[in-house]
């Protein structure tokens, strides 16, 4: 498992345009695009029930990890869990397709044997939720726009209208009441390996961005 530099940052709709027109002469859009140039996450993160991961955020612990479930364009039919690590400005990341079956049911509350041919990020999973240290927390939503430059592994990401789904943690519900988090603002995560490429750090350099100190997942969480 790598770890990966990532900074996340928030800006303004104005400023990330500006970014975003720069950036297209050095990267190409993530080939996941639909025919608007971005694509929808839907993240069902899980907790313990006491928020460990929250809190633990919150006060500034170094090294972290989260699960979550996450699917795109609102696809029922494909599902990802995922394990994200943590540690200051470096993460990595255990990814895992899982069946949609299996996410249904989970959504649904139900009690579960682990599936055929679960692998070990899955099994680990239920284990931890068969203890009673996982449970559904929130649902997070938002529209993201990348640019990718594959050779050199950087991704930067633009994430729009970032909304928690209020009142459930079904994804498979219809009707979400959704509520906004960041109002307009956009989120910018620049993710590297070692050495971010000197032409994307100089078109990032004049743009003014604030670091974002805290996860979209703790914003959610904080106002459920």
Known sequence: MIMRHELKYVTTPTKAKALQQSLKALMPLDPNSDQSGSYRIISLYFDTVDGAAFFDKMNGIEYRRKYRIRTY???????KLECKYKLQDWTAKESETVPAAWVHDLCQGKSMDIPEGAGPLLQRFMTERRSGNLVPAVIIEYQRTAYVMDDLDVRVTFDERVQMDGYTTDLFAIDRPRVPLLESDVVVEVKY???LPAAIAAVLRPITMQRLAISKYAFGYNKK
């Open 193 to 195: 390996n070692d050495v």
């Open 73 to 79: 364009n609102e696809d029922r039919r494909f599902f």
